[in-house]
């Protein structure tokens, strides 16, 4: 709680991109680990999941939450492997609920995401500095370390305009950070290069390439699987072409949000993206 209580004023006088740091502060203050794979883990706690490969090189991990979060993080890690520290720090996009424990997870190790998310941190007066990325790339990356190979590839526009997605390939695990949140709206950061088309497009690439058995590690909330982000896909198509035959009879935004998308999806709905804010999304595709 005391986290929550922290966190809350510094995320809540910046822009609506972080106000969805403040919502995950406030309601998750622990951290907790699910084994995907031998040494992957699923780490939740308060921001976006966390990705940990484990080994002898020390921990890959892909995001950082919280900078007041990070010995926590620190600590989970160190009860899966005993004394680990940080090799390789993966930011999927520049979110504050992703990066803002750079530097407290990474202590120095190399920082690698998309140019863009190097750009905006760097912009950014808040952001500690010391959690900058030392490494940037687009296209595809594969890493070395602890015996595997992890593959990462940047998306097109989307989420924001830096993202990128990471394919543990031997272990059938994909994180896709924002790209995908399970089971409810997504958030498009229109105001940081996303795009609502571009979502969907990189919706419907991954859907390619993954396979009945593929864990997919959502930015947001359960460990999903390729039905669940079948799901996704479909809601936003519906979705979608619900508002578009809102404008196309003439509704406004204000309108459109009066008259709702059909019941089917209210359980979409949930405290940071509401169905409101979904709809003027969509409007403004
Ligand atoms: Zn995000």
């Given at each position: 709680m005391?986290?929550?209580?922290?966190l809350?004023?510094?995320?809540a006088?910046?822009?609506?991109?972080?106000?969805?740091?403040s919502?995950?502060?406030?309601?998750a203050?622990?951290?907790?680990s699910?084994?995907?794979?031998?040494?992957?883990?699923l780490?939740k706690?308060?921001?976006?999941?966390?990705?940990?490969?484990?080994?002898?090189?020390?921990a890959?991990?892909i995001?950082?939450?919280?900078?007041?979060?990070?010995?926590?993080?620190?600590?989970?890690?160190?009860?899966?492997?005993?004394?680990?520290?940080?090799?390789?720090?993966?930011?999927?996009?520049?979110?504050?609920?992703?990066?803002?424990?750079n530097?407290?997870?990474?202590?120095?190790?190399?920082i690698?995401?998309?140019q863009?998310?190097?750009?905006?941190?760097?912009?950014d007066a808040?952001?500690?500095?010391?959690?900058?990325?030392?490494?940037?790339?687009s296209?595809?990356?594969?890493?070395?370390?602890?015996?595997q190979?992890?593959?990462?590839?940047?998306?097109p526009v989307s989420?924001?305009?830096?993202?990128?997605?990471?394919w543990?390939?031997?272990?059938n695990?994909?994180?896709?950070?924002?790209?995908?949140?399970a089971?409810?709206?997504?958030f498009?950061?229109?105001?940081?290069?996303?795009?609502?088309?571009?979502?969907?497009?990189?919706?419907k690439?991954?859907?390619?390439q993954?396979?009945?058995?593929?864990?997919?590690i959502?930015g947001?909330?359960?460990?999903?699987d390729?039905?669940?982000?079948?799901?996704?896909?479909?809601m936003?198509?519906?979705t979608l072409a619900?508002?578009?035959?809102?404008?196309a009879?003439?509704?406004?935004?204000d309108?459109?949000?009066?008259?709702?998308?059909?019941?089917?999806?209210k359980?979409?709905s949930?405290?940071?993206?509401?169905?409101?804010?979904?709809?003027?999304?969509?409007?403004?595709?």
């Amino acid at each position: 709680m005391t986290t929550s209580i922290r966190l809350f004023p510094v995320f809540a006088l910046l822009g609506s991109a972080l106000f969805v740091s403040s919502a995950w502060a406030a309601d998750a203050p622990k951290v907790t680990s699910q084994q995907l794979a031998p040494q992957l883990y699923l780490v939740k706690g308060s921001g976006g999941n966390i990705a940990a490969m484990l080994g002898k090189d020390g921990a890959l991990i892909i995001d950082a939450q919280f900078a007041a979060t990070a010995p926590l993080v620190k600590a989970e890690l160190d009860r899966l492997q005993s004394g680990v520290s940080v090799n390789t720090l993966v930011n999927t996009h520049f979110h504050k609920d992703h990066t803002d424990g750079n530097a407290a997870l990474a202590g120095g190790a190399r920082i690698i995401a998309h140019q863009a998310v190097l750009t905006r941190l760097q912009s950014d007066a808040k952001f500690n500095q010391a959690g900058l990325p030392t490494e940037t790339f687009s296209g595809e990356k594969t890493l070395s370390l602890n015996g595997q190979q992890v593959m990462l590839r940047t998306m097109p526009v989307s989420h924001t305009d830096g993202d990128l997605v990471v394919w543990f390939k031997a272990q059938n695990v994909l994180h896709m950070g924002d790209l995908f949140f399970a089971d409810r709206f997504p958030f498009i950061d229109l105001n940081s290069g996303g795009s609502v088309a571009g979502y969907i497009a990189n919706t419907k690439t991954i859907l390619s390439q993954v396979n009945d058995t593929t864990k997919i590690i959502p930015g947001h909330g359960d460990l999903m699987d390729k039905a669940g982000l079948q799901r996704f896909l479909t809601m936003m198509e519906q979705t979608l072409a619900e508002v578009q035959a809102m404008k196309a009879q003439g509704l406004s935004a204000d309108q459109a949000v009066t008259k709702g998308l059909s019941a089917q999806w209210k359980k979409w709905s949930w405290n940071f993206i509401t169905e409101e804010k979904w709809i003027r999304t969509l409007y403004q595709a």
